[in-house]
């Protein structure tokens, strides 16, 4: 079952990260204030979804891992609490702060220094589950090689 979850929970969490960051990028560069307006109030409305995608995909790696700590295994392991952090201490707070300060119509100094920093925080997160995407993906194919 973890098999399942682990990789559908994983692109969901990784979607929807890359999705807000996207979503903030353009309307910034691109679109009027209301639709900015939108995009930020819209985003913690995303958490609902995010965060048990988030804690599935953490929750069903464990389970898959039995114990291993080693190798891939490993380098997906010690990401794990630095992308959580990186979420927990930074991106939802600043989230919240920016939804709060868009649907109050302050688009100061302290919203895009705000912005920036969630913008690099996203980016960070974003790096770090691609690389445990991409470390996962050659797990699994070191497994079913060794299965044939």
């Known amino acids: 079952m973890s098999r399942t979850i682990h990789p559908i929970a994983g692109a969901i969490a990784l979607a929807m990260i890359a999705g807000f960051w996207l979503a903030t990028v353009l309307s910034e560069l691109f679109a009027p204030t209301a639709v900015v307006v939108a995009v930020k109030t819209a985003i913690p409305w995303g958490f609902i979804l995010l965060i048990p995608a988030l804690a599935a995909t953490g929750g069903s790696g464990f389970a898959a891992a039995k114990g291993r700590r080693g190798g891939l295994v490993g380098a997906k392991i010690r990401r794990m609490p630095l992308i959580a952090a990186n979420g927990l201490?930074?991106?939802?707070?600043?989230?919240?702060?920016?939804?709060?300060?868009?649907?109050?119509?302050?688009?100061?100094?302290?919203?895009?220094?705000?912005?920036?920093?969630?913008?690099?925080?996203?980016?960070?997160?974003?790096?770090?589950?691609?690389?445990?995407?991409?470390?996962?993906r050659r797990l699994s194919r070191s497994l079913q090689r060794a299965r044939a």
């Not at 201490?89 to 119509?105: C, D, N, T």
């Open 89 to 136: 201490l930074v991106l939802i707070p600043s989230a919240l702060f920016l939804a709060w300060k868009a649907r109050h119509g302050q688009f100061d100094a302290v919203f895009y220094a705000v912005q920036a920093l969630e913008l690099l925080a996203g980016a960070g997160n974003l790096t770090l589950l691609a690389l445990n995407m991409r470390d996962g």
